[in-house]
């Protein structure tokens, strides 16, 4: 059997022991999940009556706003569902539990990632396709269109998040920098692009690339953008490669916490 389809039946294995896991408590499970839901649907609802009151802010409309939430919402729910140890790499590394990731004989990077599930992402991920159902374009070329948008927006939000993590390699403990350019990211990825100017908007599209997530409503899903979208696919692939080298640069300076510890 090919390596490739090895690792595939890995990940899925990974990802099965994962929900296994969080449905063993399922009261638990069902009020993360829905606490995230009810926290992101408060924000709908301001934005609804913002709206209400402004009903077109720089070409934005009520239907842009809330796909660009439905995109960003299902983007980091996926990163947090199907990689849910990436909002915790600096800790791993930091505190020298990286250990029994090494000794294993699957891909590091990859096992690190697949190995925990963040519940309250699940509720992120079931808005994100309430909110689809509801104001998005329900047929074929509409859904294709929006699967495109959650796919670059997770690998944005998943390698953004590993580049940051990975300054524990350099800079020892980077937990608190780490969250901040995190929660930066997501913030700004849930504002219109257009109502930022000047520096403001070139820093949404350089050193916190959150514009090519928030932006996608309008330069994919209201109407192909070729020159936008094939910057968002481009800064896409960019943070993939530059995550991955990066974080595999880094580990090459990562010291041993000597722990002694199981994975499968």
Not at 105 to 133: E, T
Request: aromatic share 16%; proline share 3%; glycine share 10%.
């Amino acid at each position: 059997m090919s390596t490739a389809v090895n690792v595939w039946r890995f990940v899925w294995t990974c990802w099965k022991l994962n929900l296994a896991g969080a449905m063993e408590f399922r009261l638990s499970f069902l009020l993360t999940a829905g606490m995230m839901f009810v926290n992101n649907t408060v924000w709908i609802f301001f934005w609804g009556i913002f709206f209400h009151r402004f009903p077109v802010i720089n070409g934005w409309e009520v239907r842009d706003v809330m796909m660009m939430w439905a995109v960003s919402a299902g983007g980091v729910g996926l990163m947090n569902v199907l990689f849910g140890h990436a909002n915790r790499l600096a800790t791993l590394i930091a505190t020298g539990q990286l250990d029994a990731y090494l000794v294993q004989p699957k891909p590091v990077l990859l096992h690190v990632l697949v190995s925990r599930m963040s519940v309250a992402a699940i509720g992120d991920c079931l808005f994100s396709l309430v909110l689809f159902i509801i104001f998005g374009d329900l047929t074929p070329d509409g859904m294709a269109k929006f699967v495109s948008a959650l796919v670059i927006a997770t690998l944005i939000f998943l390698f953004f998040t590993l580049i940051v993590h990975s300054l524990a390699f350099y800079i020892g403990n980077a937990e608190g920098l780490s969250f901040q350019f995190y929660n930066g990211l997501l913030a700004f990825s849930t504002y219109p692009t257009d109502i930022f100017h000047g520096w403001g908007r070139v820093m949404l599209f350089t050193v916190i690339p959150a514009g090519f997530i928030s932006y996608l409503p309008i330069g994919l899903l209201r109407e192909i953008q070729l020159s936008y979208l094939l910057a968002a696919i481009g800064a896409a692939l960019a943070l993939t490669a530059g995550g991955c080298c990066f974080f595999y640069r880094g580990l090459r300076r990562y010291s041993s916490g000597s722990m002694m510890a199981m994975r499968m």
